[in-house]
């Protein structure tokens, strides 16, 4: 903290490529303070509340966390149990676990880090629960850190990864604090009890939908790592004849490899390119929703759930097949690909597990697609869902963006009308809405795929054609969206092909024209992961090492084992030798053994 203001890194982005520089592959204790607690308290908090707590905040003189899941419920924040009952004797909130399952489980930096929590608590007043809200609890002692009374704190065990964060559970035991530590920017309890409502319920989880716009850029982040380490490799590994009686070829020359990372490597600057695009819309939207305006909340929402669930889920898969396109080496901590993906597949669940994520922007996709069938305006990213879809398409040799896009569109509109038109007959059939909701959710979440998918597509397209990029860049960059559009098409050709939008001609071109572009891009592959720019000390990766000094890294890696600083391990005189002497004593073990 304090090298940052020596420094003097302002911006939270510069902080946290700070963090990572310091800490590459371990997750800061202090990430969920920097990233969820303070931006929470300037978003929820009054503006006294924010001149009071943000210092604190940003100084670390308050060390916070936010603490909303418990023990029984994570996705459904409307079933939390943890109480804050008003008490207008005291002026104070009295939060409470009334239950086994109200117990809060899983918040970082609970367990052993923080000395304040912004809890996620149903509040009541006046005898009636006005749902759930924040509320700002010191947890620890300032002075000594050691556990409030009328608190049980601990750690929750290991974890797949996110080794860096001490995701802890935290009971509440009548546990008092004052009116004022209620984030009241939206709703209030005035002194007399009284409840303010705000003005949209769902305004007090806006830290969440922050949080999931970050997570898109993360998912760019770590696909690109695993990429960068996965190319790099395969430009040094040689394994294998392609030609019979030549020398090893580099596995980079083997078209399956470069199927498995090529499209990889064009999904990283997709994405790297959609992360920017959410990030633009989250700031305008937010400023709007901060003056009042709250018009775009639920696109917002909408499109913050559908990204970080589809960039988050891509990005997992992408990682995996980059550690197995490393053979046994991609195995090895050494290659560092491990960490990064036990690091970022946590984001499949945390800030909103991403079934669940997708079913909120597909519930927004069927609302829109009934104010499109009235002939209403829709906000422009979701005009297509009026497509013409008896229209075929124009899509030619050259695969064109335009071709691209509009294969896309028709995708996406023609398989949201379907999950649309099941929910439809559903009702017709005589179910509740809840059931023939639940009953289409299958198709809804392949529609909202084909919907961020689209997005992603879309985003690449006009960015290439608006920004001013030199024609050799630009050459490069469009074969690499030209590859991520194209390979999207061939690897799910079935539900492009549905409705015969594409004819067999033009499914052979899709089919050479993927094929093609892995040999267009082949000779700027390394030069393209290089673009990222990744330091060998971010990476912590024997493989991707920018000099490509791939064996001496490892075999110096695997010298530093711990376990090789003695030749014979004390296993062997625990339990080896003792085992071969009492086998050697046997009577029935021949002596020539
Ligand atoms: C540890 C390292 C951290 C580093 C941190 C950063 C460091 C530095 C900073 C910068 C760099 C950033 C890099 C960080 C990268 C990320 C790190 C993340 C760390 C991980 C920490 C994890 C934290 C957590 O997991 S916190 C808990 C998260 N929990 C959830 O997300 C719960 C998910 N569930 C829900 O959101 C809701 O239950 C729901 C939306 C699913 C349903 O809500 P409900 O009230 O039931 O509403 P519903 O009936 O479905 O819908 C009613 C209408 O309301 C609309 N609506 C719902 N939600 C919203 C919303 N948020 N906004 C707007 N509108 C909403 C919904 O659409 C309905 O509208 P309709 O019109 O009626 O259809
Ligand atoms: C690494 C990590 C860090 C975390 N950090 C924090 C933190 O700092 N603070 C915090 O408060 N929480 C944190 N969490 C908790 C996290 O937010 C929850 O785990 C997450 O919201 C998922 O909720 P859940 O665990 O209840 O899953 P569940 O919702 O119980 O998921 C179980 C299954 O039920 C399905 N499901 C649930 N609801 C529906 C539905 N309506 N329709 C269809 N299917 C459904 C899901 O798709 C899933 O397949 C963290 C979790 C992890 C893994």
Redesign the pocket.
Known sequence: MDRMEELGFRS??D??IF?EAAAPVE??PF??H???FVPTLERQGTPEQSRKWVPLGKSFKMIGT?A??ELGH?????GLETTATFDPETQEFILDSPTLSSIKY???NVAKTVNHCLVMAQLYTQGKCHGTHLFLVQVRNMEDHTIMPGLEIGDIGPKLG?D??DNGFMRFNKYRIPRMNMLMRYAKVLENGDYIKPK???LT??A??M?RV??V??AFKTLSRAAVIAVRYSAVRRQSELRPGGEEAQVMDYQTQQYKLFPLLATSYAFLLAAEGMSQIYAKISSDIERGNLED??Q???LA?GLKAFCTWVACEGIEVCRMSCGGHGYSHASGIPKIYANIV??CT????NT??ML?TA??LS?CYIRGQRGESLPELIQYLTTDLNVKSTLGEDCSFESLVAAYSHRAARMVAVACKLQQTNKKKGMAGHDAWNKSTVPFIAATKAHCHLFIVRNFVTILSQKKIDPATHNVLSQLCTLYAVYGIVENMGEFMQDGYFNQDQVSILNRKVLALLEDIRPNAVALVDAFDYPDHLLQSCLGRYDGQVYEALYEYSKSSPLNNTDIHSSYYNYIRPMMQKRSESKNISAKL
């Open positions: 939270e982005t902080r946290q963090r997750l800061s990430g969920l920097s990233g969820m936010y909303q899941t994570g996705t459904f924040i409307r899983w918040p970082g996110f860096g964060v949209n319920a769902k989880y806006g969440m939908v949080i970050f997570i850029m993360d909340m639920p917002l929402h909408a759930c946590g984001a945390y800030e909103g597990e669940v994520m909120q519930r927004y609302k």
